[in-house]
């Protein structure tokens, strides 16, 4: 089973980015669109929940980022992985649609930088974003897992606004 982890987040991510590009070719199929939202909304939700049960973990593996103090790493470790959650029920659901693809897009992007200036800096450290499953990734494992949600989330953004757009522009008379 070890095995077996370490080529699945990368595959994972390569899935996604190409059912993204799906997705914006056959712009019109809502849903193709609907199919990504899940598949985001999943793996923040299932992030989530294992940050939920180990929130201790989570505060090491915060820390082991060497950017913020303690006490903000342990209230960052029981805050994050709730807004996580919601944030994946938001993109299910519809409610607050924007306003968690925003989060999301932020916590992602936060994340991306945050791993980079660990890297940059020598550090060695395990993102913790899937628990125990992904403390034996490679640097560039992460990064494809993180782009790939990002390109996901920004493809879901783009979309959404487009969207609105259209619904809100006003039909010719006839």
């Known amino acids: ?29 809502i849903i ?21 049960l180990d929130p201790v973990q989570f505060a090491h593996d915060i820390d082991h980022y060497k950017i913020l103090p303690w006490t903000i ?10 807004l996580e959650i ?18 999301l897009t932020v916590l ?10 660990a890297k940059v800096r020598g550090l060695d450290i395990t993102c913790g974003c899937f628990g125990h499953a992904s403390q034996n ?4 494992a992460h990064l494809a897992l993180d782009l790939g949600i990002l390109t996901a989330l920004a493809a879901l953004c783009y979309c959404s606004v487009a969207r609105a757009r259209a619904n809100a522009s006003p039909t010719p008379m006839s």
């Open 137 to 140: 990734w490679s640097f560039p």
């Open 1 to 29: 089973m070890k095995t077996f982890w370490p080529i699945f987040w990368p595959v994972f991510a390569a899935i996604l980015a190409a059912a993204v590009v799906i997705a914006l070719i056959a712009s019109k199929r």
């Open 108 to 117: 992602v992007v936060v994340f991306l930088v945050a791993t980079i200036a």
């Open 32 to 52: 193709l669109w609907r199919i990504v939202d899940f598949i985001i909304a999943a793996v923040f939700i299932y992030a989530g929940a294992l940050k939920v």
């Open 86 to 103: 919601f944030c994946g029920l938001a993109l299910i659901f519809r409610l607050f649609y924007r306003g968690a693809l925003s989060i």
């Open 73 to 82: 790493g342990v209230g960052l470790a029981f805050y994050l992985p709730w």
